[in-house]
């Protein structure tokens, strides 16, 4: 493609820049100049530093969204190419912004951010200017230079020139032919195809003006919306691309609908995973980076969402809308292919593997692993390189492997194969899990990067029963179960939306085993039976505070998930803004969290006991206390608040953090009071700026739950990011972080 802004990674000098405060000013300020001078036609802000604002007309999809501002009001002289990778508008964004001023080559751009806001989104786009294709002719001029960064529309328009390697190509009204480039949109233009009209930014590159089209609807074509298969999506074996590119999709930055079996989930915070046809065969497979399907292996799934192109790994991203038809499926066989046949980088023979399930035999380690977790196997016809994506292996240089089976990735210019589990590697897999226990117990392998002694049964389905010890409270009841009488090992955290327990209940699942950042959790349950409610917890382990001080450690792993209680302990650290806070029964302090309760305590306040879940949380094990009992259980246990209709009040005030967090669309914020109060629930924004108002007014005693779905007092979507939602209550106050991602 014509635009070729090289992305440099800088050695930056070890010296202290303060730059002052950017000038308030207009677009028009930085781009009207009608004296060329050394470049074509410079801002007159060269170098400086400004504040703008500006409605989003455009952005570049893919890794690094830069995009294109316009005054609202719109005219020439009044838009401006923004080259920056940290705001990530959406088309319709209003953005106030604080940049330094630039000169590339004869464009005016704006970059190195340094403070950003998104005031507001789904905005109308300034009105398109009409021009003739022989404004842009004939390189650098005043005429062409009042419209670079503005949205225009060109004619009846024939083409004149079809597309080049680098994806330009010439249109002409009859004025004299003007350039077009695929910076944002690729078409196969091909000489004498017309357009009743063509609309796109106004960009300068190489010394020419060329219009950039943002999509299909720029060039007055309707692209499919649906596809018949994964085939479609990733079959291209003669157009390798410029730069980055690898044979990209024909449906790139397109919507498509797509059906197939999931045959490898990476596990964790974004489940990301792949589909493949399930015929399987070449170019029937596919990446898919998406955090909100959370699918499992052996699923069937229809879904519609854009393709893109991620430096030349075809991917399935922005999912709109899935359904999962149905579960349980038999995989596509994987595909035999020798080593070779995926070495050597980018090329058409090892691209029509990309995504798909292959195997690789009688191989050798020819290197070892690396500290990005890759090493290389060889077959005797090519080495190809092995990743630790989905599963971590140690293996040592001449180690043999009757198979290797795996999802073939594209990255940094290597093709690679990513093994999901042991038996990938042809090792044994362990035997089928029969309880809690057997899901939770090893304490002697660390496990790699983010790992804590990771259950051996990752990825895995498995069948357990236990009691439901605790339940986060609101509509997504994530739970607690644990084996009675088991003691060390015999607790879980169950991440799930379906079951709805009750603590109390003796509860059987059937679901997968998944490691979250090092907290080992229950995951995508497909069955499940409570065979009775009402029971009684099991005993609460004696355990000293220091048990779960110092990080990741098999000592406290143990007790991952259990019910545990500490004795005679003081509050050593207040509970900061995200409600964690510390006690110490003298043989060091371990963290407290208001995940499933919100506690008040002071520095110096003195427990005879505190009993409560063992969680794993950003690198610490940390006590959950479920409610007041928890605090002090010595005393008489108050009523337990089960629902919103509760009739006695709590104890004390609280404001619990919101679930889900992070979140999309919506999240629940619950708060309590003892008494009868003024309250005021609001959000604020990274600025201190408050932005929605959830509560304001007098409230009886009781516990409340409020739902918020990201938008602002006056209804309009907020971007995505951190915000703050404060509970003012007599003279209670508290604050939580969310974080909102669209």
């Known amino acids: 493609m014509a635009y070729r802004h090289v992305i440099v990674l800088f050695v930056v000098a070890l010296f202290a820049f303060s730059p002052a405060a950017g000038l308030a000013t207009t677009i028009y300020d930085v781009q009207h100049n009608e004296t060329s001078g050394d470049d074509c036609y410079p801002s007159p802000l060269d170098a400086q530093q400004v504040t703008i604002e500006g409605v989003v007309t455009a952005v570049v999809p893919g890794a690094y969204p830069n995009f294109w501002i316009e005054e609202a009001a719109g005219g020439t002289w009044r838009g401006?190419?923004?080259?920056?990778?940290?705001v990530e508008p959406a088309r319709g964004d209003l953005v106030n912004i604080s940049v330094e001023v630039d000169e590339y080559f004869g464009l005016t751009e704006l970059k190195n951010v340094s403070a950003s806001q998104i005031l507001s989104s789904g905005n109308d786009l300034p009105a398109v200017l009409d021009i003739n294709t022989g404004d842009l002719n004939g390189g650098c001029n005043v005429t062409a230079e009042a419209y670079e960064g503005l949205l225009v529309r060109v004619s009846d328009v024939t083409v004149t020139q079809a597309p080049d390697s680098y994806g330009e190509w010439y249109v002409d009204d009859g004025s004299g032919e003007c350039q077009l480039d695929d910076v944002m949109y690729e078409y196969a233009a091909t000489v004498g195809d017309t357009f009743d009209a063509i609309v796109g930014v106004v960009q300068y590159s190489?010394?020419?003006?060329?219009?950039?089209?943002?999509?299909?609807?720029?060039?007055?074509?309707?692209?499919?919306?649906?596809?018949n298969s994964i085939?479609?999506?990733?079959?291209?074996?003669?157009?390798?691309?410029s730069g980055d590119d690898c044979f990209p999709s024909p449906f790139d930055n397109q919507p498509v609908t797509i059906e197939g079996i999931v045959t490898a989930v990476k596990s964790g915070q974004f489940p990301n995973f792949w589909l493949?046809?399930?015929?399987?065969?070449?170019?029937?497979?596919?990446?898919?980076?998406?955090?909100?399907?959370?699918?499992?292996?052996?699923d069937r799934i229809s879904l519609t969402a854009s393709v893109d192109d991620y430096f030349g790994m075809t991917e399935i991203k922005d999912v709109t809308n899935f359904e999962i038809i149905s579960t349980g499926n038999t995989l596509p066989d994987p595909i035999d292919i020798s080593t070779v046949d995926l070495a050597g980088g980018c090329s058409a023979g090892a691209e029509a593997y990309e995504g798909l399930l292959v195997r690789v035999s009688d191989v050798v380690v020819t290197q070892e692993v690396v500290e990005h977790g890759e090493w290389y196997v060889d077959d005797g016809s090519g080495q190809c390189q092995i990743d630790d994506y989905l599963f971590a292996h140690t293996p040592a240089l001449g180690d043999t492997f009757d198979a290797i089976v795996g999802v073939v990735q594209y990255g940094f210019g290597q093709y690679e194969i990513n093994p999901r589990n042991a038996e990938d590697l042809g090792e044994e897999p362990p035997e089928p899990a029969q309880s809690i226990y057997d899901v939770q117990y090893n304490e002697t392998s660390q496990g790699t990067g983010n790992d804590c002694y990771p259950s051996p049964h990752k990825d895995l389905v498995v069948t357990i029963r236990g009691i439901v010890t605790a339940v986060l409270p609101g509509e997504y009841p994530n739970f607690f179960l644990q084996t009675p009488d088991k003691g060390l090992w015999s607790g879980v955290f169950v991440y799930d939306l379906s079951v709805d327990p009750d603590r109390g209940d003796d509860l059987a699942i059937t679901a997968s085993v998944d490691e979250y950042f090092g907290l080992t959790e229950i995951k995508n349950v497909s069955s499940f039976e409570i065979h009775s409610s009402d029971n009684p917890m099991p005993a609460p382990e004696n355990?000293?505070?220091?048990?779960?001080?110092?990080?990741?450690?098999?000592?406290a792993e143990a007790y991952e998930g259990v019910l545990v209680r500490v004795n005679d302990v003081s509050c050593t650290t207040a509970p900061n803004e995200y409600g964690e806070w510390f006690i110490d029964d003298g043989s060091g302090p371990c963290q407290v969290d208001d995940y499933l309760y919100s506690y008040a305590a002071t520095l110096g306040e003195n427990f005879p006991a505190i009993v409560g879940i063992v969680h794993y949380s950003y690198g610490e094990y940390e006590l959950l206390p479920r409610d007041g009992g928890d605090i002090n259980p010595t005393a008489v246990n108050p009523t337990a608040v089960q629902d919103y209709g509760q009739t006695t009040p709590p104890k004390a005030y609280g404001l619990s953090q919101n679930y889900p967090n992070p979140f999309n669309p919506e999240t629940e914020i619950r708060y309590a009071l003892p008494e009868g109060s003024y309250v005021r629930l609001e959000v604020f924004n990274l600025l201190g700026q408050k932005v929605a108002t959830l509560a304001d007014g007098p409230q009886e005693g009781g516990e409340f739950a409020v739902r918020w779905n990201g938008t602002d007092d006056t209804g309009l979507s907020l971007a995505s990011g951190i915000y703050f939602c404060r509970l003012q209550a007599g003279e209670f106050s508290?604050?939580?972080?969310?974080?909102?991602?669209?």
Request: proline letters at 4%.
């Open 80 to 86: 401006v190419y923004v080259y920056d990778t940290t």
């Open 206 to 227: 190489y010394g020419e003006y060329e219009i950039l089209p943002r999509d299909a609807a720029d060039l007055g074509v309707t692209p499919s919306d649906t596809t």
């Open 231 to 241: 085939y479609e999506v990733q079959y291209n074996e003669t157009t390798q691309g």
């Open 276 to 298: 493949e046809d399930a015929s399987g065969g070449l170019w029937q497979g596919v990446y898919v980076f998406d955090a909100t399907v959370g699918p499992s292996r052996g």
């Open 543 to 555: 355990i000293t505070t220091a048990d779960l001080a110092g990080g990741c450690s098999a000592g």
């Open 734 to 742: 508290d604050t939580k972080k969310m974080i909102y991602l669209k």
